[in-house]
């Protein structure tokens, strides 16, 4: 009930492309949405975050989609950079919870 | 603004010490977070404090204890560290658990 579960585990795109991560989750109280970003060596950093009271978001490059009746979200990478390069974790939370439950993380690699 | 300071930032410890992992943050953070991160297991929640003096605990509790005695420090202990305890720690903090979670660099502890 507590779950994100993310899709896909790695990802390698090319330059210029398009990555796409997925996440879904169980709990229909869960309205908080963010994505953190992580480069090696380095602690994950908030990218962008949604609440369910719209269904994207847009930040530069960075899009987020929310699918409220498919419980469903996901990230957007438009004209991917290898400076994108990095683990990205979805997560989920709402008013009263006590954490922040992360899934487990998708590997992109942006090939020049 | 230093934000959230973990030490040490690496350490190799034989198994059976013990070791205490310290974190500070400096945003009046009430609720502050120990994660774990392993290969493909994302960030998995060890204990979590929801202010000074409370701490609770999260998915994979077992070998560690915790304790939050000042409202910017939050500590991790391993007091019979074993292998399977080799992992990278983050300590993280928010104001609350549906806004921004701060991270720190990570320790990589491993476990001889």
């Known amino acids: 009930q507590q779950q994100v579960k993310q899709s896909p585990q790695s990802l390698i795109v090319q330059k210029g492309g398009i990555s796409i991560i997925n996440c879904a989750y169980e709990?229909?109280?869960?309205?908080?949405f963010p994505w953190y970003q992580q480069f090696p060596g380095k602690g994950p950093a908030l990218l962008i975050a949604?609440?369910?009271?719209?269904s994207e978001k847009k930040e530069g490059r960075f899009t987020i989609s929310f699918n409220k009746s498919a419980k469903q979200f996901s990230l957007h990478i438009m004209d991917s950079q290898p400076g994108d390069s990095a683990t990205y974790f979805c997560a989920a939370s709402f008013t009263g919870f006590q954490k922040l439950v992360f899934g487990t993380g998708t590997r992109l690699l942006v090939s020049p | 603004n230093a934000g959230v300071t973990q030490t040490p930032k690496f350490r190799v410890l034989k198994t059976g010490q013990s070791m205490t992992l310290l974190c500070a943050q400096d945003?009046?953070?009430?609720?502050m977070y120990w994660y774990r991160q392993d290969p493909g297991m994302g960030l998995r929640l060890i204990h979590y404090?929801?202010?000074?003096?409370?701490?609770a605990k999260g998915e994979v509790p077992d070998g560690y204890n915790v304790s939050r005695l000042k409202k910017q420090n939050f500590l991790l202990g391993l007091e019979s560290a074993a292998p399977s305890q080799t992992s990278v720690y983050f300590c993280a903090s928010s104001y609350f658990p549906n806004t921004e979670a701060f991270f720190g660099q990570g320790t990589r502890l491993t476990v001889v």
């Open positions: 945003m009046n953070h009430e609720y």
């Open positions: 404090s929801v202010g000074e003096g409370t701490t």
């Open positions: 949604i609440r369910p009271d719209v």
């Open positions: 709990n229909t109280a869960f309205d908080y």
